[in-house]
Structure formats: C-alpha cells, structure tokens
C-alpha cells in the first residue's frame, strides 16, 4: 500500500465524500450522542484539510480548525473501514500536526465519543493526553476530549 497524503480545504469533493462514510459510522456507533454533536462539525470554511490516497482512491481524512491563537482543534478525523489498522490514522494525525506547527500552534485538542474505542486508542497511542471536556462538549456524558502539545 502506497500512501499520498494531500494537503488541501473542505472543497475537496473526496473529503467531502470521506465525510459522509464518517457521518454513517457515526450514526451506526451512536445515533443520539451523533446528533447533539453534529452541529459543531460543520464543513463550511475548514482550510485546512489532509485527504490520503492509495492508488488514488480517498481513503482517510483529517482537518485543522483555528480554537484560539496557540490552540488547533483537530476535526474529521476518519479512515475507511477497508483499510483501518494499517497506520493511516497515525498519518494523517501526524501531517495535520505538522500542518499545524508550520501554522504557528503550539497545542492542539481534539474530541471524540466514547462509542468509538479505536479513536480513543489512535490518540492515547498517538500521546493525546485526556483533559476536561472543552467548550461546546462540557456537560456532554459521551465525549472524550484530549491535548498534546506539539
């Protein structure tokens, strides 16, 4: 397996499809923790987004979003059932942190639910540390939020 790894904004009709293999696997793992999540994950205006490849066929996903001015939160992570637990999630975690650092953050954060076990190994493995969960996700029971310096 050949990964490309692209660097491009939510435009990009292969993230856009991403996205929807995301929304559906989301929806299977917990419809209602989904729905009072979903209106923080908008689309519109992400510029910074990490589209992988193999054989040039969209297989994973990832985005940058500005939090505040030393802070980055990491948004749609997603790689395709077909190809999980070849490292692509690392990867992708990976460029957008560099992505990130080249943009002059020095921390970023990120959520997840607490239905999706392999999302919270990929960050604990990846040196995300747990923290409180953050502004819209306080007081919501299912989210997992977590830090890393960079």
């Known amino acids: 397996m050949t990964i490309k790894v692209e660097r491009t904004n939510s435009e990009n009709k292969d993230f856009r499809k991403l996205v929807l293999e995301l929304e559906n696997h989301l929806i299977r793992a917990d419809e209602i923790a989904h729905s009072q999540c979903k209106q923080y994950n908008k689309l519109e205006s992400i510029q910074h987004v990490i589209v992988t490849y193999n054989d040039k066929i ?9 939090y ?3 802070t980055v939160e990491i948004k749609r992570m997603f790689v395709s059932e077909n190809v999980r637990e070849k490292g692509i999630g690392t990867k992708i975690l990976t460029e957008l942190e560099i992505w990130a650092k080249e943009l002059g953050f ?9 239905m999706l076990p392999e999302a919270v190994r990929l960050y604990k493995k990846n040196g995300y540390i747990q923290i409180p969960n953050y502004g819209q996700y306080k007081g919501m029971e299912k989210s997992i939020c977590f830090a890393k310096d960079l």
């Open 58 to 66: 969209a297989i994973g996903c990832g985005a940058l979003r500005k």
């Open 68 to 70: 505040d001015q030393d």
């Open 106 to 114: 020095k921390k970023s954060i990120l959520e997840t639910g607490l």
